[in-house]
Protein backbone atom coordinates (compact mmCIF):
# COMPACT_ATOMS: atom_id res chain seq x y z
CA UNK A 1 0.00 0.00 0.00
CA UNK A 2 2.17 3.15 -1.31
CA UNK A 3 -0.41 5.61 -0.21
CA UNK A 4 -1.77 6.02 3.01
CA UNK A 5 -4.01 8.42 5.03
CA UNK A 6 -3.48 9.31 8.52
CA UNK A 7 -6.50 9.64 10.72
CA UNK A 8 -5.49 13.32 11.24
CA UNK A 9 -6.13 14.00 7.65
CA UNK A 10 -9.78 12.77 8.42
CA UNK A 11 -12.64 15.06 6.79
CA UNK A 12 -16.03 14.54 5.61
CA UNK A 13 -16.61 13.13 2.07
CA UNK A 14 -12.86 11.81 2.34
CA UNK A 15 -12.85 8.60 0.51
CA UNK A 16 -10.51 5.64 2.10
CA UNK A 17 -9.83 1.96 1.53
CA UNK A 18 -11.00 -0.44 4.44
CA UNK A 19 -10.37 -3.82 3.91
CA UNK A 20 -10.11 -3.65 -0.03
CA UNK A 21 -12.99 -1.79 -0.47
CA UNK A 22 -13.83 1.90 -0.98
CA UNK A 23 -15.14 4.08 1.77
CA UNK A 24 -16.49 7.62 2.40
CA UNK A 25 -16.04 9.01 5.69
CA UNK A 26 -19.89 10.23 6.18
CA UNK A 27 -18.79 11.54 9.75
CA UNK A 28 -16.24 11.50 12.48
CA UNK A 29 -14.98 12.95 15.48
CA UNK A 30 -11.43 13.09 17.03
CA UNK A 31 -12.02 11.76 20.99
CA UNK A 32 -9.32 12.45 23.70
CA UNK A 33 -10.34 10.90 26.63
CA UNK A 34 -9.10 11.75 29.98
CA UNK A 35 -7.50 8.05 30.19
CA UNK A 36 -6.00 6.68 27.78
CA UNK A 37 -4.61 7.54 24.24
CA UNK A 38 -6.99 9.34 21.84
CA UNK A 39 -9.06 7.44 18.99
CA UNK A 40 -11.25 8.75 15.87
CA UNK A 41 -14.99 7.65 15.62
CA UNK A 42 -16.35 7.71 12.40
CA UNK A 43 -19.52 6.75 10.34
CA UNK A 44 -18.20 5.46 6.74
CA UNK A 45 -20.46 4.21 3.57
CA UNK A 46 -19.36 1.41 1.40
CA UNK A 47 -18.89 3.02 -2.49
CA UNK A 48 -20.04 -0.27 -3.88
CA UNK A 49 -22.16 -2.11 -1.53
CA UNK A 50 -23.71 1.06 -0.20
CA UNK A 51 -23.38 -0.35 3.68
CA UNK A 52 -22.28 1.92 6.74
CA UNK A 53 -20.53 0.62 9.88
CA UNK A 54 -18.80 2.69 12.32
CA UNK A 55 -15.29 1.49 13.39
CA UNK A 56 -12.76 3.32 15.73
CA UNK A 57 -9.25 3.91 14.59
CA UNK A 58 -6.59 4.89 17.76
CA UNK A 59 -5.15 8.30 16.58
CA UNK A 60 -1.97 8.00 14.10
CA UNK A 61 -3.42 4.60 12.17
CA UNK A 62 -3.16 4.71 8.85
CA UNK A 63 -5.64 3.60 6.07
CA UNK A 64 -4.76 3.35 2.10
CA UNK A 65 -6.41 5.32 -0.29
CA UNK A 66 -8.19 3.75 -2.62
CA UNK A 67 -7.16 4.43 -6.59
CA UNK A 68 -10.42 5.85 -7.83
CA UNK A 69 -11.01 8.91 -10.58
CA UNK A 70 -14.07 11.11 -11.48
CA UNK A 71 -15.19 11.50 -14.88
CA UNK A 72 -17.79 13.40 -16.36
CA UNK A 73 -19.92 11.60 -18.51
CA UNK A 74 -23.16 12.28 -20.37
CA UNK A 75 -26.27 9.51 -19.53
CA UNK A 76 -27.48 8.05 -22.86
CA UNK A 77 -30.06 5.56 -22.06
CA UNK A 78 -31.04 2.83 -19.82
CA UNK A 79 -30.33 -0.79 -20.98
CA UNK A 80 -31.88 -3.48 -18.79
CA UNK A 81 -30.51 -3.08 -15.36
CA UNK A 82 -28.13 -0.64 -16.62
CA UNK A 83 -27.24 3.12 -17.10
CA UNK A 84 -25.24 3.53 -20.17
CA UNK A 85 -22.86 6.34 -19.75
CA UNK A 86 -20.51 8.41 -22.26
CA UNK A 87 -17.08 9.85 -21.44
CA UNK A 88 -17.53 13.25 -23.27
CA UNK A 89 -13.86 13.88 -24.09
CA UNK A 90 -13.05 9.92 -25.39
CA UNK A 91 -16.49 9.18 -26.63
CA UNK A 92 -15.95 5.55 -24.27
CA UNK A 93 -19.14 4.04 -23.27
CA UNK A 94 -19.69 2.63 -19.49
CA UNK A 95 -22.46 0.61 -18.02
CA UNK A 96 -23.73 1.49 -13.95
CA UNK A 97 -25.68 -0.92 -12.74
CA UNK A 98 -29.34 0.40 -10.49
CA UNK A 99 -27.84 -0.27 -6.77
CA UNK A 100 -24.07 2.48 -8.37
CA UNK A 101 -26.77 4.75 -9.25
CA UNK A 102 -28.74 4.62 -5.83
CA UNK A 103 -31.30 7.99 -6.03
CA UNK A 104 -29.43 9.50 -8.66
CA UNK A 105 -31.85 7.59 -11.29
CA UNK A 106 -34.78 9.81 -10.05
CA UNK A 107 -32.81 12.76 -11.24
CA UNK A 108 -30.85 11.04 -14.67
CA UNK A 109 -32.64 12.71 -17.75
CA UNK A 110 -30.86 11.33 -21.16
CA UNK A 111 -27.89 13.69 -22.42
CA UNK A 112 -27.61 15.15 -18.80
CA UNK A 113 -24.02 15.39 -17.45
CA UNK A 114 -23.20 13.51 -14.40
CA UNK A 115 -19.82 12.32 -12.76
CA UNK A 116 -18.89 9.13 -12.35
CA UNK A 117 -16.62 7.72 -10.08
CA UNK A 118 -14.23 5.03 -10.72
CA UNK A 119 -12.11 2.42 -9.07
CA UNK A 120 -9.78 -0.06 -9.62
CA UNK A 121 -11.44 1.00 -13.76
CA UNK A 122 -14.97 -0.01 -12.83
CA UNK A 123 -17.90 2.63 -12.40
CA UNK A 124 -19.24 2.25 -9.12
CA UNK A 125 -21.31 5.34 -8.49
CA UNK A 126 -23.18 8.51 -10.14
CA UNK A 127 -22.84 11.89 -8.81
CA UNK A 128 -25.39 14.04 -10.21
CA UNK A 129 -25.33 17.82 -9.38
CA UNK A 130 -26.53 19.42 -6.62
CA UNK A 131 -30.19 20.80 -8.27
CA UNK A 132 -31.89 19.30 -11.53
CA UNK A 133 -34.88 20.74 -13.55
CA UNK A 134 -37.54 17.96 -14.25
CA UNK A 135 -40.71 18.54 -16.23
CA UNK A 136 -44.25 17.60 -14.35
CA UNK A 137 -45.66 15.19 -16.17
CA UNK A 138 -48.40 14.09 -13.90
CA UNK A 139 -50.34 15.99 -11.38
CA UNK A 140 -54.09 16.33 -10.43
CA UNK A 141 -54.88 20.05 -10.63
CA UNK A 142 -55.31 22.27 -7.41
CA UNK A 143 -58.86 22.32 -6.20
CA UNK A 144 -60.44 25.93 -5.65
CA UNK A 145 -60.93 26.68 -2.21
CA UNK A 146 -57.93 24.31 -0.57
CA UNK A 147 -56.01 27.43 0.44
CA UNK A 148 -54.30 25.50 3.74
CA UNK A 149 -51.12 27.46 4.48
CA UNK A 150 -48.14 24.84 2.90
CA UNK A 151 -50.61 22.53 1.52
CA UNK A 152 -48.49 19.92 -0.86
CA UNK A 153 -49.86 17.71 -3.77
CA UNK A 154 -48.42 14.54 -5.62
CA UNK A 155 -46.67 15.19 -8.22
CA UNK A 156 -44.25 12.76 -11.13
CA UNK A 157 -42.04 14.48 -13.12
CA UNK A 158 -40.52 13.00 -16.24
CA UNK A 159 -38.26 10.43 -15.12
CA UNK A 160 -40.92 8.82 -13.09
CA UNK A 161 -40.44 10.14 -9.68
CA UNK A 162 -42.88 11.16 -7.53
CA UNK A 163 -42.67 14.42 -4.70
CA UNK A 164 -44.94 16.81 -2.67
CA UNK A 165 -45.02 20.20 -4.24
CA UNK A 166 -47.14 22.99 -3.59
CA UNK A 167 -50.60 23.44 -5.39
CA UNK A 168 -49.99 25.87 -7.63
CA UNK A 169 -48.09 23.79 -9.72
CA UNK A 170 -49.81 22.17 -12.93
CA UNK A 171 -49.13 19.73 -15.81
CA UNK A 172 -45.79 20.81 -18.08
CA UNK A 173 -44.57 23.00 -15.51
CA UNK A 174 -40.26 22.89 -14.93
CA UNK A 175 -39.27 22.14 -11.64
CA UNK A 176 -36.24 22.55 -9.91
CA UNK A 177 -35.26 19.47 -7.81
CA UNK A 178 -32.55 19.21 -5.37
CA UNK A 179 -30.87 16.22 -5.96
CA UNK A 180 -29.36 15.61 -2.22
CA UNK A 181 -33.48 15.75 -0.59
CA UNK A 182 -35.48 14.97 -3.25
CA UNK A 183 -37.14 18.03 -2.37
CA UNK A 184 -38.83 20.43 -4.16
CA UNK A 185 -37.13 23.92 -4.64
CA UNK A 186 -38.63 26.20 -7.17
CA UNK A 187 -40.55 26.70 -10.56
CA UNK A 188 -38.74 27.28 -13.39
CA UNK A 189 -40.73 27.59 -16.47
Known amino acids: MADVIDTSEFR ?3 KILVDGDPFEIV ?12 FVR ?11 LEPTFK ?3 KVGRPDMEEKEMQYLYKEGEHFVFMDTKTFDQTHVDEKGLGESKNYLKENENAKVLFWNGRAI ?5 NAVELKVTKCDPGVRGDT ?4 LKPATMETGYTLNVPLFINEGDVLR ?6 AYITRVG
Open 148 to 151: VSGA
Open 59 to 61: SGD
Open 12 to 14: NGL
Open 177 to 182: IDTRTG
Open 27 to 38: EFQHVKPGKGSA
Open 42 to 52: TRIRNLISGRT
Open 125 to 129: SVQMP
